[in-house]
C-alpha cells in the first residue's frame, strides 16, 4: 500500500510513528507538508502537485492538520478524497470536530453527556447568558483552541464578565461552561480506532492548574473504562464521523461527559502512559479498509524495506 501522512512536521512524534508502523508492516509512506501540495480541479477531474510532481497512486491519507492550517489543510484532504483515497477521517469529520460550538450542538442532539454551555454574540446579553448557566466557576474557552490554550476558569460573576468582555473585544469566538468541580481536575483520554477504544489513560492537572493536558505539565496513569465511558467515547467519535480520535470525558456525578473530540490526537502521552501501539492499530485499521476497498492493490506478504513514495 501507498500512504501518505499529511503533516507540517516530519520530526513529530506522532508522525515518525505512523512512518515507522507503516514501513514496519511493508507499506510505502511518506510525509507530505499540505501547505506544499496544490491542486487541479475541473469538471469531472482532480488532480494533486507536490513540490512539482504529481501525486498517484495513493491508496490512503492519514490527515495530522494543525488548528492554524484548518482551511487549507481539510481542502487538499478533500481533493484525495475526490481522487478516491482512503482517509480514515474525511474532510467534513475533521471539520465538525475542529469547531467546538458544532461539536457540542451534534453531541448534544445524539443526547450524548456533556458540560452544560452557553453561547452568544452580542454584549447586552451576557449578564443573562451567564444566569442561564447558573452560579461559577466557569470555564470559558475559545471556540478554535487545543492544548487548553485559550481555556480560562473563572471563579467569580465578574471575573467571567471581565473574561467576556476581554475575547469580544478581540473578536474572538468562545463558548462558556459549567466546572465539573467533582472531576477534581482530571480527565480521561480515550483513543478510538475504528469503532473500538484502543487506549485510555487518565489525565491529572498539576497542583494550582485545572487543565489536565500534559503539554500544561499534566501527568498521566492507565485507567480502567466503564462500560458508559466506552460507550460515550465510541458514541461521540462516531457523532462526529471520526475513525480516528482522541475523546476526552469528564467523571462527573450525572455520569461521563464529553469535554472534546480531537480529529487529530497526539500519541507520544498515550502510547509511552498505556504501552499500546496505537500507530499500529491505526495502520492495521487503514488496511482492513483499503482491502475491502481495493482488494488487488493489497500485498498478500510483507516487505521489509519500503522505497519512497514517487
Known sequence: MKIAILSRNTKLYSTISLVEAGRKRGHRVRVLDPLRCYMRIAAGDFSLRYRGRALSGIDAVIPRIGNSITFYGTAVLRQFEMMGVFTP?????VLRARDKL???QLLARENI???ETVFGDNPDDTADLLETLGDPPHVIKLNEGAQGQ?????EKRATSQSVIEAFRGLYANF???EFIKESEGADIRCFVVGGKV???MRRQARDGEFRSNLHRGGTATVVKLSAAETDTALRAAR???LNVAGVDLLR???GPLVLEVNSSPGLEGIEATTGVDIAGEIIAYIERRVRRRRPHKIQATRRKVSPALP
Open 113 to 115: 453527556g456533556l458540560p
Open 89 to 93: 477521517n474525511t474532510s467534513d469529520a
Open 175 to 177: 463558548l462558556v461552561q
Open 239 to 241: 457523532t462526529m464521523g
Open 102 to 104: 458544532r461539536s457540542l
Open 252 to 254: 462527573s456525578r450525572r
Open 198 to 200: 484502543v487506549a485510555a
Open 150 to 154: 485559550g481555556v480560562m476558569l473563572a
